[in-house]
């Protein structure tokens, strides 16, 4: 899993953080700042649209760094769509309560893997 995480991080976010800005697709940009660095960070996620903000399934655990710089910091901004929205609150979700919410083909997929176990609601301002 750590492999794939380096893989992702170095090479398939620079990809993905072009497709942001595209008018359709679950892509999304999160803005959060370093919790101990104070530097800048733009990370690329998938984001679904709900009511009231955006949900996100946390694929590789809620111990990754961007989640834990926006808790820290308790806001960030997301890009979603090539709009931007601030993130005022996360809330965990039970992924008994989250996994309908995602569109198909997202939903099954989720499903069938059977591992993520972690999502967050996205509240916007």
């Known amino acids: 899993m750590n492999q794939i995480r380096y893989f992702n991080k170095r090479f398939l976010n620079k990809l993905l953080r072009k497709l942001v800005y595209l008018p359709f697709g679950p892509f999304a940009l999160v803005k959060h700042l370093g919790r101990k660095s104070g530097k800048a ?20 655990g809620p111990q990754v760094d961007w989640y834990q710089n926006v808790k820290a910091a308790g806001h960030c901004e997301l890009v979603w769509h090539n709009k931007p929205f601030v993130v005022s609150q996360l809330e965990a979700v039970e992924p008994a ?15 069938s893997m059977g591992l993520v176990h972690d999502f967050v609601k996205m509240s916007t301002a």
Not at 45 to 52: H, K, S, Y
Not at 97 to 111: E, M, N
Request: glycine share 6%; hydrophobic share 50%; charged share 10%.
């Open 97 to 111: 309560a989250a996994v309908p919410l995602f569109p198909q083909p997202q939903r099954t997929i989720l499903k």
């Open 41 to 60: 960070y733009e990370t690329p996620i998938m984001a679904f649209p709900i009511q009231g903000g955006f949900l996100i399934a946390l694929t590789y």
